[in-house]
């Protein structure tokens, strides 16, 4: 089962180092993590096989960390995707990848828990992720997660930082869920964007308060959903619903959980000092 699914990851060089993906289809399209392709648009893809294939960029969606590069080559092993919804936590998983430029490399470990939120150190706060306790080292992002029956239910993504002790902690790793991936990767393939990103927007930029005071909004996107609402720059978004922000990556952490086209009551400090309740629709984030 594991040399058949190690034959659907690859090695992806890039001029800042080097990742992990997964073959998606026969046509040679490759899906892996955005920050893996970075800034990059042409890479060198090495497959199970040991030989190499000039990648190019087919497309990106930051706010999910996917991306799709493409290469041309013969008799590919495209991974067969499996079904995320239907993951249990206790379930057995492994994560295939190229730590370290250790092509094929496996670990083993559990899904340990189901629907994490999690805010990537740029800020960026990721759909609800696979979190597993299979090790997820540098070089494994964008590799595959796979249950028993060898079909790939996540695409690992980063390892938890220890805040205390400093570096990654042992045993906890997120990956995205195979039926995000599934979607993103056909919208990119599709048209080389996403056209449907299923994530709420709120159509500002903030910025964190000193002493967790909120996020002081700096801009309005026009005709945006906040803008709609009567949000103005200068104003402080404390809390969204019944759910504190008090920091922007608490603010994105909670819009990853919500749906576009919901409503929400946005609680906010006005410039003067005066509270404001404000109802929200809100609207989908672009691709």
Request: proline fraction near 6%; charged fraction near 15%.
């Amino acid at each position: 089962m594991i040399s058949r699914v190690s034959q659907s990851v690859v090695v992806i060089e890039t001029a800042s180092g080097l990742g992990s993906g997964v073959i998606f289809d026969a046509q040679g399209d490759i899906v892996t993590n955005a920050h893996v392709v970075g800034e990059s648009s042409a890479f060198r893809v090495y497959l199970a096989t040991g030989k190499s294939y000039e990648g190019k960029l087919v497309g990106t969606f930051v706010a999910d960390d996917l991306a799709v590069i493409r290469i041309t080559a013969p008799e590919l092993h495209p991974a067969v995707f499996g079904d995320s919804d239907h993951l249990r936590v206790g379930s057995i998983v492994m994560a295939v990848g190229s730590p370290l430029g250790l092509q094929s490399s496996v670990t083993q470990g559990i899904v340990s828990a189901l629907g994490r939120e999690v805010t990537e150190p740029n800020g960026i706060a990721l759909p609800p992720l696979i979190q597993t306790s299979a090790d997820i080292n540098p070089g494994n992002s964008g590799g595959a997660l796979v249950d028993l029956n060898g079909e790939v239910i996540g695409i690992p993504t980063l390892a938890a930082q220890d805040p205390q002790a400093g570096g990654t902690a042992p045993g906890i790793g997120f990956a995205i869920p195979s039926n995000v991936a599934k979607d993103i990767a056909a919208q990119l393939i599709r048209s080389g964007r996403v056209t449907n990103s299923h994530r709420a927007y709120l159509g500002v930029q903030g910025a964190s308060l000193p002493n967790g005071n909120g996020v002081a909004i700096y801009a309005v996107v026009s005709g945006g959903p906040a803008e709609k609402a009567g949000l103005r720059t200068g104003d402080v978004i404390t809390a969204i619903g019944e759910r504190a922000t008090p920091d922007q990556p608490s603010l994105a952490s909670v819009l990853s959980s919500l749906q576009p086209g919901q409503s929400v009551r946005i609680q906010i400090t006005r410039p003067d000092g005066s509270m404001a309740s404000v109802a929200v629709t809100l609207g989908e984030l672009p691709g």
